[in-house]
């Protein structure tokens, strides 16, 4: 089920420049795959080498294994990057590194994610 109740957000994701961190997770939330793709349409720059269908998969198992997520950290990472953790309304958690665009800020050029080793 989606979720309706509002992210809490860290002081790091409410800095503009990572306002766009934000809007992913509320979208991912949101638990709608067509809000998603208009997400990474508008807002992630486009990578040859990972077609939408394939970023349309990865969010499905992602919200499969996390369900809605809750922002438990938030940590500057490397140049242009921050690491965000959430915990899962499934139990399980995980770690985001969000690489933001450089000279354009408001886009985001890839999202890895790590889950925690047993």
């Known amino acids: 089920a989606p979720s309706t109740t509002p992210l809490v957000l860290l002081e790091l994701l409410r800095a503009p420049r990572n306002a766009i961190i934000t809007s992913y997770l509320q979208t991912f939330n949101a638990g709608d795959a067509q809000r998603m793709r208009t997400f990474f349409e508008q807002f992630s720059v486009p990578n040859p080498a990972r077609t939408m269908e394939q970023r349309l998969e ?16 938030a940590e500057p990472g490397g140049a242009d990057q921050v690491v965000v953790k959430v915990a899962g309304s499934t139990g399980r958690s995980a770690t985001y590194t969000f690489t933001l665009e450089g000279d354009h800020p408001g886009r985001i050029v890839s999202i890895s994610v790590q889950y925690p080793h047993p």
């Not at 919200?63 to 438990?72: A, E, F, M, S, Y």
Request: hydrophobic share 30%.
């Open 58 to 73: 990865t969010y499905a198992r992602l919200r499969g294994d996390l369900g809605n997520v809750t922002i438990t950290s």
